[in-house]
């Protein structure tokens, strides 16, 4: 047995999956520095977030049409039984 698929039967984690949260935000945070130093960061304008935003809300309209499309052609393939009435006697 290899030693990644030791790691994988036995639940061990390595690299970042190894760090906790407060680590792995450590580190992130010290490579967006060093971005930024370098100049190769990205940032973005108020442009580029208004249309980010703009696509957000474009995406969950479509994906709550595409829902209601999916649970129609549903209710059309699947004969709707009628509701029938129980009468419960009481033997009091």
């Known amino acids: 047995m290899g030693q990644e698929d030791k790691a994988a039967s036995t639940g061990t984690r390595r690299g970042f999956a190894a760090l906790n949260s407060e680590q792995r935000r450590r580190i ?11 100049g190769t960061a990205h940032e973005f304008t108020s442009e580029e977030a208004a249309a980010a ?32 009435s129980v009468s419960i006697a009481s033997n009091m």
């Open 53 to 84: 935003g703009r696509r957000r809300g474009q995406g969950a309209k479509r994906r709550e049409a595409q829902a209601e499309t999916l649970n129609n052609d549903i209710a059309e393939l699947v004969p709707q039984r009628p509701m029938q």
């Open 28 to 38: 992130a945070s010290m490579g967006g520095k060093a971005a930024h130093e370098k």
